[in-house]
């Protein structure tokens, strides 16, 4: 602060501005770090699932079927590493058997 402001201001009162605006800083810092954590999230999901839908056409190309709604055959076949495969929002990814694509269930509106 200038010393201008010093001389109206009580220190009292000084300190309760510097400390408002620290707080301030701190929760634009938090509000804007969660928003870009949400879309590296959103990132990470879109790559899963098309990584994911590849095996499943890989599935249907070997075995002539689809697998299971929760995508365990795609680990019996040698295909992935886990028997499920979990959100970045929680849950896990599930097969849309009508559509023969991978989707998240759990994705925040």
Same mark, same amino acid.
């Given at each position: 602060? %200038?010393?201008?402001?010093? #001389?109206?201001?009580? +220190?009292?009162?000084?300190? =309760? &501005?510097?400390? %408002?605006? =620290?707080?301030? @800083? *701190?929760?634009?810092?938090?509000? *804007? ?14 790559? /899963?699932?098309?990584? !994911?839908?590849? /095996? &499943?056409? *890989?599935?249907?190309?070997? &075995? $002539?079927? !689809?697998?299971?709604?929760?995508? *365990?055959? !795609?680990?019996? #076949? $040698? ?6 495969? +979990?959100? +970045?929002? $929680?849950?896990?990814? #599930? !097969?849309?058997?009508?559509? @023969? =694509? &991978? ?5 925040? #509106?």
């Amino acid at each position: 602060m %200038s010393a201008t402001w010093k #001389r109206f201001l009580k +220190p009292s009162s000084v300190r =309760v &501005v510097r400390s %408002s605006l =620290v707080l301030f @800083a *701190i929760a634009a810092n938090l509000w *804007i770090g969660s928003n870009a954590y949400e879309g590296f999230q959103r990132q990470a999901d879109e790559k /899963k699932i098309a990584e !994911l839908n590849q /095996k &499943v056409w *890989i599935y249907q190309q070997k &075995v $002539g079927a !689809l697998p299971d709604l929760n995508l *365990i055959g !795609l680990y019996d #076949r $040698g295909l992935t590493n886990h028997r499920l495969h +979990p959100t +970045p929002f $929680g849950g896990y990814y #599930r !097969l849309n058997s009508t559509h @023969a =694509v &991978v989707y998240n269930p759990n994705l925040p #509106r």
